[in-house]
């Protein structure tokens, strides 16, 4: 099990975790997806390690900002 975070600038409501849970939930290899609006962390579960840059970019199409934690 492999656990990363990130730390997502922009975030401000539930429909700002929704669009990120969506988007990051696409990438391949995600297990859980815990995301909060208020600390501005997304922490992504997965079985085995997955790339940065893959979670970065589902979190920008999702139009936010994110930067590993």
């Known amino acids: 099990m492999s656990t990363s975070e990130y730390q997502v600038s922009g ?3 539930g429909h700002c975790e929704v669009a990120i849970r969506s988007e990051v939930g696409q990438v391949p290899g995600v297990d859980s997806i815990d995301v909060s609006a208020q600390t501005g962390r997304l922490v992504v579960t997965s079985a085995h390690p997955l790339d940065d840059a893959v979670i970065l ?3 920008d199409e999702a139009g936010y900002q994110a930067v590993p934690a």
């Open 57 to 59: 970019a589902a979190v």
């Open 11 to 13: 975030m401000s409501c």
